[in-house]
């Protein structure tokens, strides 16, 4: 998917208030902000968003010697997940429930949204839980699944990855013989699983845990590593968690099946959909739309 117009002041927004959090004064935060833009009015429209976020950050980091941004949003929100998975109990969940944890846990998202509330992630687990699915899709999916013998899940946030744990239970109870390969970011980039985070919460117990070496807070396959490249294309299926993966995945040859809540403006209005509104759709749908 190529850059939206509207992604940009979103972007330079971030990068505005990250360099008040870091930043010591004026002087430093205007040479910060004249770097951030001459990278965006350099950048080519065919770029995608999250690569451009990529960019911007990594020269934030430069400045700071700082890798990891938020990392203890990062460790505050796997522990608080964690916490909550004491009050779900097992023999209450199937893989439609599964699924839809995994959606529910995509609120917590760093790269969408300046903060992410308590409150606000209770709100959003609870009415999710509730929400209707396109069924027909979903026993595609569940068709899908028992025919495999290989498919990959794509992570996106820290935290989140404690509820697509439940999700790859489910799957696993589902298709006891499935492998399953948990791709996260090669590096630290916002509040993004790290190969760290997805062994913090023990996701390694269902599946091999790779990184796809890049910064990028998605999946851009111009750029991922070998590696990750590789469980992609013998992948039966993928799941594809969280906006900055559809960003940059959709439009593939690839079997996706795509979750995700709408966070922001652009995919509200394009999806036509609410905020916060569970999305689960396979690669061939929204073909149409020009994003």
Same mark, same amino acid.
């Given at each position: 998917?190529?850059? &939206? /117009?509207?992604?940009?002041?979103?972007?330079?927004?971030? %990068?505005? +208030?990250?360099?008040?959090?870091?930043?010591?004064?004026?002087?430093?935060? !205007?040479?910060?902000?004249?770097?951030?833009?001459?990278?965006?009015?350099?950048?080519?429209?065919?770029?995608?968003? @999250?690569?451009?976020?990529?960019?911007?950050?990594?020269?934030?980091?430069?400045?700071?010697?700082?890798?990891?941004?938020?990392?203890?949003?990062?460790?505050?929100?796997?522990? +608080?997940?964690?916490?909550? $998975?004491?009050?779900?109990? @097992?023999?209450?969940?199937?893989?439609?429930?599964? $699924?839809?944890?995994? /959606? %529910?846990?995509?609120?917590?998202?760093?790269?969408?949204?300046?903060?992410?509330?308590?409150?606000?992630?209770?709100?959003?687990?609870? +009415?999710?839980?509730?929400?209707?699915?396109?069924?027909?899709?979903?026993?595609?999916?569940?068709?899908?699944?028992?025919? %495999?013998?290989?498919?990959?899940? *794509?992570?996106?946030?820290?935290?989140?990855?404690?509820?697509?744990?439940? !999700?790859?239970?489910?799957? +696993?109870?589902?298709? @006891?013989?499935?492998?399953?390969?948990?791709?996260?970011? =090669?590096? @630290? *980039?916002?509040?993004?699983?790290?190969?760290?985070?997805?062994?913090? *919460?023990?996701?390694?117990?269902?599946?091999?845990?790779? =990184?796809? =070496?890049?910064?990028?807070?998605?999946?851009?396959? &111009?750029?991922?590593?070998?590696?990750?490249?590789?469980?992609?294309?013998?992948?039966?299926?993928?799941?594809?968690?969280?906006?900055?993966?559809?960003?940059?995945?959709? =439009?593939?040859?690839?079997?996706?099946?795509? $979750?995700?809540?709408?966070?922001?403006?652009?995919?509200?209005?394009?999806?036509?959909?609410?905020?916060?509104?569970?999305?689960?759709?396979?690669?061939?749908?929204? %073909?149409?739309?020009?994003?």
């Amino acid at each position: 998917m190529n850059l &939206n /117009l509207d992604c940009i002041p979103c972007i330079a927004n971030k %990068a505005f +208030k990250l360099s008040k959090k870091y930043l010591k004064n004026d002087g430093e935060r !205007f040479n910060f902000l004249r770097e951030v833009y001459k990278e965006i009015s350099e950048t080519s429209p065919t770029e995608t968003a @999250p690569s451009l976020s990529s960019k911007i950050l990594n020269i934030l980091k430069s400045k700071i010697n700082i890798e990891d941004l938020y990392l203890e949003e990062k460790t505050y929100f796997n522990e +608080k997940l964690l916490n909550m $998975l004491k009050d779900i109990k @097992p023999n209450e969940l199937d893989l439609l429930k599964g $699924l839809k944890y995994a /959606l %529910a846990g995509n609120i917590i998202d760093f790269g969408a949204m300046d903060t992410v509330e308590d409150k606000t992630v209770k709100k959003v687990i609870n +009415k999710t839980l509730e929400a209707k699915i396109d069924m027909d899709l979903f026993k595609e999916f569940k068709d899908e699944l028992k025919k %495999a013998n290989h498919i990959s899940y *794509v992570a996106d946030n820290a935290g989140e990855i404690v509820f697509d744990s439940i !999700f790859i239970k489910e799957i +696993k109870n589902e298709s @006891p013989t499935l492998d399953i390969t948990f791709i996260t970011r =090669g590096k @630290p *980039v916002f509040n993004d699983v790290t190969k760290k985070d997805a062994y913090q *919460v023990g996701i390694n117990k269902y599946a091999k845990v790779i =990184g796809n =070496g890049t910064s990028i807070p998605g999946t851009d396959l &111009n750029k991922i590593n070998k590696e990750c490249k590789k469980a992609l294309e013998k992948s039966d299926l993928i799941i594809s968690k969280g906006q900055g993966n559809f960003e940059t995945l959709f =439009g593939s040859s690839l079997n996706i099946y795509y $979750l995700f809540l709408c966070k922001c403006d652009m995919f509200t209005e394009k999806l036509k959909k609410d905020k916060f509104q569970p999305v689960f759709i396979h690669n061939r749908e929204y %073909a149409n739309i020009k994003w």
